[in-house]
């Protein structure tokens, strides 16, 4: 049982315009949700999160969207720049014990010039 | 500031050896600590997870193990390897203190297994 899903494994956006990734989850239970962007051979890179009482965080470039009642969040990028080229996951977790993160398969975003 | 350090960056080891992982955290104390496996084109998996000194539990029924020997140190072992553990190792700590922070990884060890 996929708790948390990513159904798009590739996007491609032109420079300078708004990349949209995408994330769906089933468990009602959580209540706290992250983006971490990865490159190859590295570590996931914490990028922007969500608590369940928000409908919208925002930094900077990137903004998530969390809306409950869908379960689906999703992480705008604007404007998309050539650095962003990434695989993007999204994670969720409970605030109980030990907050252990459940990842989506992850989608890879290029960016092109 | 807070690092996290996973050595070694890679590793190549022949079906039914031994292995070690380790994983260690500075800059802060009694965090909880984890470790994930990648597995090629796919998502993150927890394997492991620790929220003291001696606490392990395990997410997944596997071949592998954990050990917390100190409050900052977490080490992933086998007595003996299978070809299906190959993978992408990543360790992680959290901390307990406040509600709604970020999980933070490090670099990750790539294992192959011939």
């Known amino acids: 049982d996929q708790q948390v899903k990513q159904n798009s494994p590739s996007l491609s956006v032109q420079e300078g315009r708004i990349s949209i990734l995408n994330c769906d989850y089933t468990n009602s239970m959580f209540d706290y949700f992250l983006w971490y962007k990865k490159y190859p051979a590295e570590g996931p890179t914490f990028l922007i999160s969500?608590?369940?009482?928000?409908d919208k965080n925002e930094d900077g470039r990137f903004t998530v969207f969390l809306n409950k009642s869908a379960k689906h969040l999703s992480l705008h990028i604007v404007p998309s720049q050539p650095g962003d080229s990434a695989v993007y996951f999204c994670?969720?977790?409970?605030?109980?014990?030990?907050?252990?993160?459940?990842f989506g398969q992850g989608t890879r975003l290029t960016i092109n010039p | 500031s807070q690092t996290i350090h996973q050595w070694p960056a890679t590793l190549v080891q022949p079906v039914g050896s031994p292995l070690s992982l380790e994983c260690t955290v500075e800059g802060t104390s009694n965090p909880n600590l984890y470790w994930y496996r990648q597995a090629a084109g796919r998502g993150l998996q927890l394997l492991f997870y620790s929220v003291g000194i001696g606490q392990i539990s395990s997410e997944v029924p596997q071949n592998l193990s954990a050990s917390r020997p100190q409050d900052r140190q977490f080490i992933l072992s086998s007595k003996k390897l299978l070809l299906s553990d190959s993978g992408f190792y990543l360790c992680a700590w959290g901390s307990k203190d406040r509600l709604y922070q970020p999980q933070h990884f490090g670099d990750g060890t790539r294992l192959s297994i011939l």
């Open positions: 969500i608590s369940s009482i928000k």
């Open positions: 994670a969720a977790s409970t605030l109980e014990g030990a907050q252990k993160l459940v």
